[in-house]
C-alpha cells in the first residue's frame, strides 16, 4: 500500500506541475456545488466573501450561502468602517439567488460605537428566503411592520431579539425566544408570551419590566427559563410560581427584583437546575424548594437566616452568601462549567460587584481562555471586584476586563487572605488572551500592598488602557512610610498608554 | 449474492459480519489501479455498499472517477474505521493526522472522491479541514492555492478592489501552512 502511494503522489506532482492553471479551474469547477456551498458555510461570512472574490466560479456558491453571519465588532475595515460594513451586507443581499437563507445573524453591537442601523429590508429579505433562525442585536430603523413580518414567518424556529425600543408579539410556531434590552408596549406581553405553546426555550432580559404571571399559562414544552432585570410580582401570596411550567428542567434568575415576595417557593417535579443570582431582595424572602430531581442549585447572594433549602444531598451546589463565604459540594469539573456559565450571568448587566470567591473560583477553572475565547461582555459599564494579590488571581481578572469592550470605571481591592502567606514574587510573563482595555477611563485600586503582583497588575493597567483619565491608588495602611514612597515612584515610572492619565496616591 | 439480512438477530456473533471480515474485494481506480480492501471496511463507503448488494461484485468494482492515489488514501482511511477495537478517541485523532499534511490539490481530490463513493465521515472531516485552510486568508491566497486565474473583468475587478478594500487587507501571510 505505501509503495503504491508514494509512486502516484509523484507522478500527481508532475501532472500537476504541467496544467497548474488548468487543472485549477477545472476541478473547481468539477466539484458539485453543494460541497462548496457546505466548504463557504463553515467560514465567517467575512471569510467567505475574501474566499468569493478570487473567482466567479466561487462566487456564484456565494450567491446561494445559507448562513448569512455578520459582527460588526470582527468587521476589518479601518477607515469607514460603518460605511464599508453597511455597503458589504447590502451587497451580499442584493447579490443572493433565490437559495432559502437559514441563518441571518446581525450583531451590531456594542451599541455605543455602532453607527450602523439594522435596516428593515435585510429582515424582510431573510423572511421571504425562508430564514430559520434570525438574530437582530442593535438599533433598528423602519420597525412598523418589523413585529408583524417576523411573526408572520413561518419557518422560523429560533428568533434572538436585543433592539431599543420596539414593541411586539410573536408567532405561534417560536421555539426558542429570546428578548434583551427595553421594551414598549408590554401590555399583552405576558399574555402573549406565557400563551406560546410551542416554547422550549424562553429568555427575557429586560429592563423595568413589571411581569405580572397571567392566569392561563400554556407552556406546556417549556424547558428552559431564564429571566434577568425583571420586576417579579406575587400574584396570590406564597402560591407557586413555576407550578405551572410541567416540563421545566432549567430555571435560572439574575438581578430580578422579588421585593414583593415573603416565600418565594418553587415546586417541579422535573427541574433538575436552578440558579438564582444578585436579586435584589431575595436576602428578605423565605425560600422553599420541592425539587427531588434537581441536580444542580446555584444562589448567589445574602442566605437569609432561616432558609428552607431542601436540596438534595446529591446534587451539585454553590452558595455564595454575602461577599465572603462561598460553599459548594460537587465535582470540580462541574464547579468549573457552573462558575463560567454564572460569570456570562453575572457579566451581562451594566454595575457589577462581586466579592472575592468569583475570581478565585473562576483561577481554578482549566483552559480558562479558551473557554471564553468567544465571550464578549458588551453590556458591562462598572465593575467592583475583590481578590487576593496573587498571580492567578491578577490574570484571571485582566483576562475578565479584556473582554469587556466598554468597562469604562474598574475598581479593583486587594484582600490579604488570613493564615496564608502570599507570594511575593509572582510574575506573570504569558498573558494569554488578554488584549487591551480600550473603554477604562477611570481605575481604583484599594489596599495596594505592593509585592510583585500586585505591582504588576498596576503596570499593565497602564499600559494597555489608552483613554484612562485617572488611577487612584490606596496604599495598604500596614506599609511603613519609605515602602510607600517607593512603591509610589516605581508607579510613577510606568509606561502609560495614556499620557494624560493622572495617578492619585491615598 | 444473496441479500444480506438486515435486522440480524444475535448483534455479537453475526455470522454475516464475520463473513464480510474475511471476505475481500478489490477495487480498481481510474488509471487500472487495483487495491484489495476486506468487504467489512469497503461497505463503510455506501456507494461500494450498494454496488455490492446489487451484485456487481462479481470480481472487481472499478471506480472511473478516482485515481490511483486518492484511493489509496481513501482505503487507509476506511482500514482504519473498520479496524477491531479501535476507539473513537484513536479514530479521531487518526481523522486529525490523515488531513493535515494533505495540500489543499489533494484535499480536494479526496474530497471529490468521499463524495462519489459516499463516506459521510471523511467528508465531513476534510471539508472542515478545507475550511480551516481558508480562514482569514487574502484573495490572492485563495487564486494561488487553487491555482486559479481572475476570471473578472479588469474593471469588475478594480470595482470590486475599491467596494470591498478590506478583503484585501489585514490577512495572514500568503505562506500556505
Given at each position: 500500500?505505501?509503495?503504491?502511494?508514494?509512486?502516484?503522489?509523484?507522478?500527481?506532482?508532475?501532472?500537476?506541475?504541467?496544467?497548474?492553471?488548468?487543472?485549477?479551474?477545472?476541478?473547481?469547477?468539477?466539484?458539485?456545488?453543494?460541497?462548496?456551498?457546505?466548504?463557504?458555510?463553515?467560514?465567517?461570512?467575512?471569510?467567505?466573501?475574501?474566499?468569493?472574490?478570487?473567482?466567479?466560479?466561487?462566487?456564484?456558491?456565494?450567491?446561494?450561502?445559507?448562513?448569512?453571519?455578520?459582527?460588526?465588532?470582527?468587521?476589518?475595515?479601518?477607515?469607514?468602517?460603518?460605511?464599508?460594513?453597511?455597503?458589504?451586507?447590502?451587497?451580499?443581499?442584493?447579490?443572493?439567488?433565490?437559495?432559502?437563507?437559514?441563518?441571518?445573524?446581525?450583531?451590531?453591537?456594542?451599541?455605543?460605537?455602532?453607527?450602523?442601523?439594522?435596516?428593515?429590508?435585510?429582515?424582510?429579505?431573510?423572511?421571504?428566503?425562508?430564514?430559520?433562525?434570525?438574530?437582530?442585536?442593535?438599533?433598528?430603523?423602519?420597525?412598523?411592520?418589523?413585529?408583524?413580518?417576523?411573526?408572520?414567518?413561518?419557518?422560523?424556529?429560533?428568533?434572538?431579539?436585543?433592539?431599543?425600543?420596539?414593541?411586539?408579539?410573536?408567532?405561534?410556531?417560536?421555539?426558542?425566544?429570546?428578548?434583551?434590552?427595553?421594551?414598549?408596549?408590554?401590555?399583552?406581553?405576558?399574555?402573549?408570551?406565557?400563551?406560546?405553546?410551542?416554547?422550549?426555550?424562553?429568555?427575557?432580559?429586560?429592563?423595568?419590566?413589571?411581569?405580572?404571571?397571567?392566569?392561563?399559562?400554556?407552556?406546556?414544552?417549556?424547558?428552559?427559563?431564564?429571566?434577568?432585570?425583571?420586576?417579579?410580582?406575587?400574584?396570590?401570596?406564597?402560591?407557586?410560581?413555576?407550578?405551572?411550567?410541567?416540563?421545566?428542567?432549567?430555571?435560572?434568575?439574575?438581578?430580578?427584583?422579588?421585593?414583593?415576595?415573603?416565600?418565594?417557593?418553587?415546586?417541579?417535579?422535573?427541574?433538575?437546575?436552578?440558579?438564582?443570582?444578585?436579586?435584589?431582595?431575595?436576602?428578605?424572602?423565605?425560600?422553599?424548594?420541592?425539587?427531588?430531581?434537581?441536580?444542580?442549585?446555584?444562589?448567589?447572594?445574602?442566605?437569609?437566616?432561616?432558609?428552607?433549602?431542601?436540596?438534595?444531598?446529591?446534587?451539585?451546589?454553590?452558595?455564595?452568601?454575602?461577599?465572603?463565604?462561598?460553599?459548594?459540594?460537587?465535582?470540580?469539573?462541574?464547579?468549573?462549567?457552573?462558575?463560567?456559565?454564572?460569570?456570562?450571568?453575572?457579566?451581562?448587566?451594566?454595575?457589577?460587584?462581586?466579592?472575592?470567591?468569583?475570581?478565585?473560583?473562576?483561577?481554578?477553572?482549566?483552559?480558562?481562555?479558551?473557554?471564553?475565547?468567544?465571550?464578549?461582555?458588551?453590556?458591562?459599564?462598572?465593575?467592583?471586584?475583590?481578590?487576593?494579590?496573587?498571580?492567578?488571581?491578577?490574570?484571571?481578572?485582566?483576562?475578565?476586563?479584556?473582554?469587556?469592550?466598554?468597562?469604562?470605571?474598574?475598581?479593583i481591592?486587594f484582600?490579604?487572605?488570613?493564615?496564608?502567606?502570599?507570594?511575593?514574587?509572582?510574575?506573570?510573563?504569558?498573558?494569554?488572551?488578554?488584549?487591551?482595555?480600550?473603554?477604562?477611563?477611570d481605575i481604583t485600586i484599594k489596599n495596594l500592598g505592593g509585592?510583585?503582583?500586585e505591582m504588576?497588575l498596576a503596570r499593565?493597567l497602564l499600559?494597555?488602557?489608552?483613554?484612562l483619565?485617572k488611577m487612584k491608588i490606596e496604599m495598604n495602611p500596614?506599609l511603613d512610610d519609605v515602602d510607600v514612597d517607593l512603591k509610589i515612584h516605581q508607579i510613577l515610572e510606568c509606561?502609560k498608554?495614556?499620557?494624560?492619565a493622572n495617578l492619585m496616591f491615598d | 449474492?444473496?441479500?444480506?439480512?438486515?435486522?440480524?438477530?444475535?448483534?455479537?456473533?453475526?455470522?454475516?459480519?464475520?463473513?464480510?471480515?474475511?471476505?475481500?474485494?478489490?477495487?480498481?481506480?481510474?488509471?487500472?489501479?487495483?487495491?484489495?480492501?476486506?468487504?467489512?471496511?469497503?461497505?463503510?463507503?455506501?456507494?461500494?455498499?450498494?454496488?455490492?448488494?446489487?451484485?456487481?461484485?462479481?470480481?472487481?468494482?472499478?471506480?472511473?472517477?478516482?485515481?490511483?492515489?486518492?484511493?489509496?488514501?481513501?482505503?487507509?482511511?476506511?482500514?482504519?474505521?473498520?479496524?477491531?477495537?479501535?476507539?473513537?478517541?484513536?479514530?479521531?485523532?487518526?481523522?486529525?493526522?490523515?488531513?493535515?499534511?494533505?495540500?489543499?490539490?489533494?484535499?480536494?481530490?479526496?474530497?471529490?472522491?468521499?463524495?462519489?463513493?459516499?463516506?459521510?465521515?471523511?467528508?465531513?472531516?476534510?471539508?472542515?479541514?478545507?475550511?480551516?485552510?481558508?480562514?482569514?486568508?487574502?484573495?490572492?491566497?485563495?487564486?494561488?492555492?487553487?491555482?486559479?486565474?481572475?476570471?473578472?473583468?479588469?474593471?469588475?475587478?478594480?470595482?470590486?478592489?475599491?467596494?470591498?478594500?478590506?478583503?484585501?487587507?489585514?490577512?495572514?501571510?500568503?505562506?500556505?501552512?
Amino acid at each position: 500500500m505505501v509503495r503504491i502511494i508514494e509512486g502516484e503522489s509523484s507522478s500527481s506532482n508532475r501532472r500537476r506541475r504541467r496544467r497548474p492553471i488548468d487543472r485549477g479551474a477545472e476541478r473547481l469547477s468539477t466539484m458539485p456545488q453543494h460541497i462548496l456551498i457546505e466548504i463557504l458555510s463553515r467560514l465567517s461570512t467575512l471569510d467567505a466573501a475574501r474566499v468569493s472574490f478570487g473567482s466567479r466560479i466561487w462566487m456564484t456558491t456565494w450567491r446561494s450561502l445559507p448562513n448569512l453571519i455578520f459582527y460588526y465588532s470582527q468587521f476589518p475595515a479601518k477607515v469607514n468602517k460603518a460605511h464599508s460594513f453597511l455597503r458589504f451586507v447590502n451587497w451580499t443581499i442584493a447579490h443572493h439567488d433565490d437559495s432559502n437563507v437559514k441563518i441571518l445573524e446581525l450583531r451590531l453591537g456594542p451599541m455605543s460605537y455602532c453607527e450602523v442601523l439594522i435596516n428593515y429590508q435585510w429582515v424582510e429579505f431573510a423572511i421571504q428566503h425562508s430564514v430559520q433562525k434570525l438574530v437582530l442585536h442593535g438599533r433598528i430603523c423602519g420597525t412598523q411592520n418589523l413585529a408583524y413580518s417576523i411573526f408572520s414567518c413561518r419557518s422560523l424556529v429560533k428568533l434572538e431579539l436585543a433592539l431599543h425600543e420596539l414593541a411586539l408579539s410573536w408567532p405561534e410556531t417560536i421555539e426558542k425566544l429570546v428578548l434583551h434590552g427595553r421594551i414598549c408596549g408590554t401590555q399583552n406581553l405576558a399574555y402573549s408570551i406565557f400563551s406560546c405553546r410551542s416554547l422550549v426555550k424562553l429568555e427575557l432580559a429586560l429592563h423595568e419590566l413589571a411581569l405580572s404571571w397571567p392566569e392561563t399559562i400554556e407552556l406546556p414544552n417549556l424547558r428552559k427559563l431564564k429571566l434577568k432585570f425583571l420586576l417579579l410580582s406575587e400574584m396570590i401570596p406564597s402560591q407557586d410560581l413555576f407550578s405551572k411550567f410541567p416540563a421545566l428542567e432549567k430555571l435560572s434568575m439574575f438581578f430580578c427584583n422579588v421585593t414583593s415576595f415573603n416565600i418565594f417557593s418553587i415546586s417541579s417535579s422535573r427541574l433538575t437546575q436552578f440558579t438564582m443570582s444578585n436579586c435584589p431582595g431575595m436576602e428578605n424572602c423565605l425560600i422553599r424548594l420541592q425539587t427531588p430531581s434537581l441536580s444542580k442549585f446555584v444562589y448567589v447572594g445574602c442566605v437569609p437566616r432561616e432558609n428552607v433549602l431542601q436540596v438534595p444531598p446529591c446534587a451539585f451546589q454553590l452558595v455564595v452568601d454575602g461577599d465572603d463565604s462561598c460553599t459548594w459540594t460537587g465535582s470540580q469539573n462541574e464547579l468549573s462549567r457552573t462558575i463560567v456559565k454564572l460569570t456570562r450571568g453575572l457579566f451581562g448587566t451594566r454595575y457589577m460587584s462581586a466579592g472575592r470567591w468569583l475570581i478565585q473560583y473562576l483561577s481554578m477553572v482549566p483552559e480558562l481562555p479558551r473557554r471564553l475565547a468567544s465571550d464578549r461582555f458588551n453590556y458591562l459599564v462598572m465593575l467592583t471586584i475583590s481578590l487576593w494579590p496573587v498571580a492567578r488571581h491578577v490574570k484571571t481578572l485582566m483576562l475578565l476586563v479584556s473582554k469587556c469592550p466598554i468597562l469604562s470605571v474598574l475598581s479593583i481591592s486587594f484582600e490579604t487572605p488570613q493564615g496564608r502567606v502570599v507570594n511575593r514574587g509572582g510574575y506573570i510573563e504569558d498573558y494569554e488572551g488578554v488584549g487591551v482595555f480600550g473603554g477604562l477611563t477611570d481605575i481604583t485600586i484599594k489596599n495596594l500592598g505592593g509585592n510583585g503582583t500586585e505591582m504588576m497588575l498596576a503596570r499593565h493597567l497602564l499600559a494597555r488602557s489608552p483613554h484612562l483619565h485617572k488611577m487612584k491608588i490606596e496604599m495598604n495602611p500596614h506599609l511603613d512610610d519609605v515602602d510607600v514612597d517607593l512603591k509610589i515612584h516605581q508607579i510613577l515610572e510606568c509606561w502609560k498608554a495614556s499620557p494624560d492619565a493622572n495617578l492619585m496616591f491615598d | 449474492m444473496a441479500r444480506k439480512n438486515r435486522n440480524p438477530v444475535g448483534k455479537n456473533v453475526d455470522p454475516e459480519a464475520q463473513k464480510k471480515k474475511t471476505r475481500t474485494l478489490t477495487l480498481k481506480s481510474s488509471d487500472g489501479q487495483e487495491f484489495s480492501i476486506s468487504e467489512s471496511a469497503a461497505v463503510l463507503s455506501i456507494a461500494i455498499e450498494n454496488m455490492v448488494e446489487d451484485d456487481c461484485a462479481g470480481g472487481v468494482i472499478p471506480l472511473p472517477l478516482v485515481d490511483g492515489g486518492t484511493l489509496a488514501r481513501v482505503i487507509t482511511y476506511l482500514n482504519k474505521h473498520a479496524e477491531d477495537g479501535a476507539s473513537d478517541e484513536e479514530k479521531r485523532k487518526f481523522d486529525e493526522e490523515f488531513v493535515s499534511g494533505m495540500e489543499m490539490g489533494v484535499l480536494f481530490d479526496v474530497v471529490l472522491a468521499a463524495n462519489y463513493l459516499d463516506i459521510r465521515g471523511l467528508l465531513r472531516e476534510v471539508r472542515r479541514r478545507i475550511a480551516d485552510r481558508m480562514k482569514n486568508k487574502s484573495v490572492e491566497w485563495v487564486r494561488k492555492t487553487f491555482h486559479i486565474e481572475s476570471d473578472f473583468t479588469p474593471e469588475e475587478e478594480e470595482q470590486m478592489k475599491k467596494e470591498f478594500a478590506w478583503a484585501w487587507e489585514g490577512v495572514d501571510s500568503d505562506v500556505d501552512d
